[in-house]
Structures are given as structure tokens and as C-alpha cells.
């Protein structure tokens, strides 16, 4: 993945990319990629010195770290603190551009893994920058590129796009079971029991780990399973019955809730973006 610009590169950041961006004598050290990734497995677990954004402009990104998935719909990138150990996967055909920043490149950048809306102006710098020489010259035109993007970057929205992963091996055994049967209707206490938990005690662990009730968790296991799969082109409908709910409108009311718009407004607003 040392290639800037050009021929695609693939979005699995192997070891030797990973160790190389940190050679780089330059704050900002961006590539253009391309890949399949259909499985955890295609990129191992691996962290750099230096943070990283990945922004997709076709396909979805998930980012696996210790404490959660978090995904990327089309036009949003995510955001990796510098040596936070993750994976990357995709679901499908995934085209990103990757930039990977010093940890000292500029004040107020997130501390934590986040996902970031993009704006106009910042999409642009990101495929600006994704043009620019690796050793481009600091203090040209080029380096008050990177500048302005970093300046950019410290200030965009960040986005709740994340399904947070307890640490309990019985919680993890139940995020486990709620993305294999996302459209089961079991209750809380047949949840609980199904990890050797009484009701009482699981809602406890959720709030003290993750800071959600059971409700909220599933639905925002919903909301991200529902975005990978409207964003590959399954209708909203479909989406809905997949999930377990009894019709479209009572699933879009759910995602609105959570969202704080429709899904077909969320989705025509990302791909607006292009």
C-alpha cells in the first residue's frame, strides 16, 4: 500500500505498510485504495505510530478494535487513534482514500476511534491530498493543503456509528448471538438466560460497560447491520423484515429515532456528497 496515487492499492494495511508510514518525515501520509474484503480474516490485526483516517467513497469499511465495530457508509470516514490496535474489512467492493497523520500534526484531532461525517470542502482536501508527493514539500503549497485539511478534520461531526463491544466473555458471547439473529424477538430475561444471566444482572453489566440498555444496544446493532445492507442496495423493506420488524414504517421509526433522520434521507444525503 506505499503507492499514493495511480493503480488501485488494496485497503488491508499490512505489516509492511504499517511500519512504513511511520518512516515517513511527514505529518500526513495518504494512498488511494481499493479491495474486497468479505471477511475479518483479510486483514489482520496490526497499529502504527501514526493515526488514521479511512474514507470510503464507495462500499462499506468496518474497523474491528478491542472495544467495537464501527462502520463507514459511503462519503464518511473513520478515525484510528495512532497505535490503536484494529482490523479492516469491507463488505463487498470497498474504494477508499487512507490517510495516516502524526500524532503531534495538529491540536484537537479525536483521541478516540470515531466515525466523521465529511464535508464538501473536506472531501475535496482528502482527494487533494490523496494527489500530493509522499514527501511533499512542507512549507508549499502542498503542506497548506495538509494544513487546512488537518484544520478540517479537528472540527468535523462526529457520528455514533458504532456497536460497542463489552469485555465480559458472556456479554461477548451475546453480541455474538444478536448479529447471527438480529430478528429474534426474545426477550430480555430469554437473552439473559441464553448467557447464564439473570435479567437484572445483564442490565447492570450493559449500563456499567458500555453505558446502554439492551434495547438501545440491539437497536443500534439495527441501524448498523441496516446501513451495510440499504447501502448494497437492498430496499427498505426487505431491511425491515430481515430485522424482525413488522413493517418498513415501524423500522424507519426506529432508525429515525436513532439516526435522527429516515434512512432514505440519511442515505440520499450521503451520497450528495459525491
Known amino acids: 500500500m506505499r503507492q499514493r496515487s495511480g493503480a488501485p492499492v488494496y485497503l488491508d494495511v499490512r505489516g509492511d505498510w504499517s511500519s512504513y508510514v511511520d518512516e515517513v518525515p511527514r505529518d500526513l501520509v495518504a494512498a488511494n485504495g481499493v479491495g474486497s474484503l468479505e471477511s475479518m480474516e483479510q486483514s489482520k490485526r496490526h497499529h502504527h505510530e501514526k493515526a488514521q483516517l ?89 503542506g497548506r493543503i495538509v494544513s487546512v485539511l488537518l484544520d478540517e478534520l479537528a472540527k468535523a461531526p462526529v457520528e455514533e456509528l458504532r456497536l460497542p463491544i463489552p469485555s465480559d466473555p458472556r456479554l461477548k458471547h451475546l453480541a455474538e448471538l444478536l448479529v447471527t439473529s438480529p430478528a429474534d424477538h426474545a426477550t430480555v430475561a430469554e437473552w439473559a438466560r441464553r448467557v447464564a444471566l439473570s435479567e437484572r444482572s445483564l442490565s447492570r453489566m450493559l449500563m456499567e460497560e458500555i453505558g446502554m440498555s439492551f434495547g438501545r444496544w440491539r437497536r443500534q446493532l439495527h441501524v448498523i447491520l441496516a446501513l451495510r445492507r440499504l447501502s448494497a442496495g437492498q430496499t427498505v423493506q426487505t431491511v425491515a423484515l430481515d430485522l424482525g420488524y413488522e413493517s418498513a414504517s415501524s423500522f424507519v421509526t426506529m432508525f429515525r429515532k436513532m439516526i435522527g433522520k429516515p434512512p432514505s434521507r440519511y442515505l440520499q444525503e450521503q451520497r450528495k456528497a459525491v
Not at 67 to 78: E, R
Not at 118 to 123: E, H, M, Q, Y
Request: proline letters at 9%; one cysteine or more.
Open 54 to 142: 479511512l474514507y470510503s467513497t464507495r462500499g462499506i469499511i468496518n474497523i474491528e478494535v478491542d472495544d467495537g465495530v464501527w462502520i463507514v457508509p459511503p462519503q464518511c470516514a473513520v478515525w484510528i487513534p495512532g497505535s490503536l490496535p484494529h482490523a479492516a474489512f469491507g463488505s463487498g467492493e470497498v474504494e477508499c482514500i487512507c490517510l495516516c497523520v502524526a500524532p503531534d500534526a495538529a491540536a484537537n484531532l479525536p483521541v478516540r476511534c470515531c466515525t466523521i461525517a465529511v464535508s464538501g470542502l473536506l472531501r475535496h482536501l482528502l482527494i487533494r491530498a490523496s494527489e500530493i508527493p509522499e514527501r511533499y514539500e512542507v512549507d508549499g503549497p502542498d
